[in-house]
């Protein structure tokens, strides 16, 4: 069964202050933001299996990878990336949904690193352990060793920090995207995983890339923290 691949990138991006999608943000390497992802990804997967959930200007998104899929969330505006992932998972066809938002720039070896993982369609946020800012998602862990609370508000016992990659098998993707409904507009997707957690029992592994590089792209520092790692 295929690995359906898809990147979050309908959002305005405001905080960056920039008058394109931010994942077309360009990096002192010369590649966007997205073109870099995409390379990445399509050196490990088929790239008729990526899909761009657009929204905010998505004709400049369009115009400059016409070569994958994309899906349109037309309520972007009102909506945070619990819809656009929800809508991907409804539209795309079977198998498991690797998913990353579209302002995360990355090391090679993350891929690498979770390929196994994937290819045993077993659950997954990758993490970074080395890093607990309050601004962050941030998570903790079961009895079991299993993914317990995901967001943003996580304030005692936090182990680390979600980096905006990860993955759900092709069994858990419905349940998914059953609490993605009913998740508020405004909610993160994180908040879908929370409830499939609590009310279905679904077993998200932790997986610590801490190792490796992984630098979202919210404000004009952590765009020069990128460039100044991949230049």
Same mark, same amino acid.
Request: charged share 25%; proline share 3%.
């Given at each position: 069964?295929?690995?359906?691949?898809?990147?979050?990138?309908?959002?305005?991006?405001?905080?960056?202050?920039?008058?394109?999608?931010?994942?077309?943000?360009?990096?002192?390497?010369?590649?966007?933001?997205?073109?870099?992802?995409?390379?990445?990804?399509?050196?490990?997967?088929?790239?008729?299996?990526?899909?761009? !959930?657009?929204?905010?200007?998505?004709?400049?998104?369009?115009?400059?990878?016409?070569?994958?899929?994309?899906?349109?969330?037309?309520?972007?505006?009102?909506?945070?990336?619990?819809?656009?992932?929800?809508?991907?998972?409804?539209?795309?066809?079977?198998?498991?949904?690797?998913?990353?938002?579209?302002?995360?720039?990355?090391?090679?070896?993350?891929?690498?690193?979770?390929?196994?993982?994937?290819?045993?369609?077993?659950?997954?946020?990758?993490?970074?352990?080395?890093? !607990?800012?309050?601004?962050?998602?941030?998570?903790?862990?079961?009895?079991?060793?299993?993914?317990?609370?995901?967001?943003?508000?996580?304030?005692?016992?936090?182990?680390?920090?979600?980096?905006?990659?990860?993955?759900?098998?092709?069994?858990?993707?419905?349940?998914?995207?059953?609490?993605?409904?009913?998740?508020?507009?405004?909610?993160?997707?994180?908040?879908?995983?929370?409830?499939?957690?609590?009310?279905?029992?679904?077993?998200?592994?932790?997986?610590?890339?801490?190792?490796?590089?992984?630098?979202?792209?919210?404000?004009?520092?952590?765009?020069?923290?990128?460039?100044?790692?991949?230049?």
């Amino acid at each position: 069964m295929s690995t359906n691949i898809v990147i979050l990138a309908a959002g305005v991006g405001s905080r960056l202050g920039k008058p394109h999608p931010k994942p077309l943000t360009p990096l002192t390497s010369g590649q966007t933001i997205l073109h870099r992802a995409l390379s990445q990804l399509t050196s490990r997967f088929n790239r008729h299996s990526i899909h761009l !959930v657009v929204g905010f200007k998505k004709e400049m998104i369009m115009e400059e990878v016409p070569d994958v899929g994309f899906i349109y969330n037309q309520a972007y505006g009102d909506t945070n990336t619990c819809k656009s992932l929800l809508k991907a998972l409804t539209i795309l066809g079977p198998g498991g949904v690797l998913w990353m938002n579209g302002d995360v720039v990355f090391d090679d070896m993350v891929l690498d690193q979770l390929l196994p993982h994937i290819a045993m369609d077993r659950s997954f946020v990758a993490v970074n352990t080395s890093s !607990v800012a309050e601004e962050e998602v941030k998570y903790t862990l079961d009895s079991e060793g299993f993914i317990n609370q995901l967001s943003k508000t996580v304030s005692e016992g936090a182990l680390g920090e979600a980096v905006g990659i990860n993955y759900i098998s092709s069994t858990d993707r419905t349940l998914l995207a059953k609490r993605l409904e009913e998740c508020e507009d405004q909610d993160y997707f994180e908040r879908g995983i929370e409830l499939a957690i609590e009310r279905d029992g679904v077993q998200m592994e932790a997986v610590d890339i801490s190792q490796h590089q992984v630098i979202e792209v919210d404000f004009a520092e952590d765009l020069d923290e990128a460039n100044k790692f991949f230049t």
